[in-house]
C-alpha cells in the first residue's frame, strides 16, 4: 500500500502550520473523544465498537483504537485508497491522546457536568476534523475507508457513511458500547459542525501555483478540467 510523497512546494511558514494543525488536531480529536465518553451519555458510533471491544477484552480504549484503524488501513489495500503521512499518525496517535485525556478526566460527575462535557467534546471534535483535515496531509483511517469505497462503488456518500456506522454501531452496542442520547446528538450535529470547521482551517497551498512557471499557470488543463476541478 503505497504512501502519498510529502508535497515540497510549500513555503516554510505554510509546511510549518500545517504540521501544528496535523499535530494539534490530532491531539484535540483524542481529547475530543475524552470529553463524550466521560460524558456517559453515549458515545459516536466508531467509540461504541471500541467500547463494546474493550469491555469484552478489557484491552484500553486507546489500544483498541489504534488496532482499529490498522484494521481499517488493511482494508484500504483492496479499494486502492492511498494512505498520507497524516492517516498514519492519526492511526497511531488518536488512541494515545485519548487514553492521556480519559486520565484526566474524572469519572462519575454530576448531569450538567456531563451534558457539557458531551456538546463540549462534539464541538472540540468538530474543531479537530477541520484543522487535521485542513492540513492536507491525507484522510483518516476512517474517513478514507469511507471516500475509497464511494469511489471504487459509485454508491453515494452518504450511503457508504450511513452503511459503515450503523454496521459499527450495532455491532458495538451488542459488545455492550455505550448508545444513548450523546450518540444521537454527534449523529446530527457533527456534519453541520464539520461543515463550518473544515473550510474555517483550511490551508491555502497558493504558494504552490507561484512557483510553477507563469507559462504553465495560464495553460487550460489538458484533462479538459475546469481550472477549479483540476
Not at 3 to 13: S, V
Not at 96 to 122: C, E, K, Y
Request: overall charge positive; some cysteine.
Amino acid at each position: 500500500m503505497p504512501f502519498r510523497t510529502l508535497r515540497t512546494a510549500d513555503t516554510a511558514p505554510v509546511f510549518a502550520r500545517r504540521l501544528a494543525q496535523l499535530f494539534i488536531g490530532l491531539y484535540l480529536y483524542g481529547l475530543g473523544i475524552a470529553l463524550i465518553v466521560r460524558g456517559e451519555l453515549g458515545v459516536a458510533p466508531w467509540d461504541v465498537l471500541t467500547q463494546g471491544i474493550a469491555k469484552q477484552t478489557g484491552l484500553g480504549f486507546g489500544l483498541i483504537t489504534v488496532i482499529t484503524s490498522g484494521i481499517v488501513l488493511l482494508l484500504w489495500i483492496p479499494i486502492r485508497q492511498r494512505p498520507g503521512f497524516g492517516t498514519l499518525m492519526n492511526a497511531l496517535l488518536v488512541g494515545p491522546f485519548a487514553d492521556l485525556s480519559l486520565w484526566m478526566i474524572p469519572t462519575g460527575l454530576d448531569l450538567w457536568a456531563r451534558i457539557v462535557m458531551l456538546f463540549g467534546g462534539i464541538l472540540v471534535l468538530a474543531v479537530a476534523t477541520g484543522l487535521y483535515i485542513g492540513a492536507h496531509f491525507g484522510p483518516g483511517p476512517r474517513d478514507g475507508l469511507m471516500t475509497g469505497l464511494h469511489r471504487r462503488t459509485g454508491w453515494k456518500i452518504w450511503v457508504v457513511r450511513t452503511g459503515i456506522e450503523v454496521t459499527v454501531l450495532v455491532t458495538g452496542f451488542f459488545l455492550g458500547g455505550n448508545v444513548g442520547i450523546g450518540t444521537l446528538a454527534f449523529a446530527l450535529l457533527i456534519g453541520p459542525l464539520c461543515g463550518w470547521t473544515i473550510p474555517m482551517f483550511a490551508v491555502r497551498r497558493e504558494a504552490s501555483a507561484r512557483r510553477r512557471p507563469r507559462a504553465a499557470r495560464e495553460l487550460p488543463p489538458a484533462t479538459g478540467a475546469t481550472p477549479a476541478q483540476a
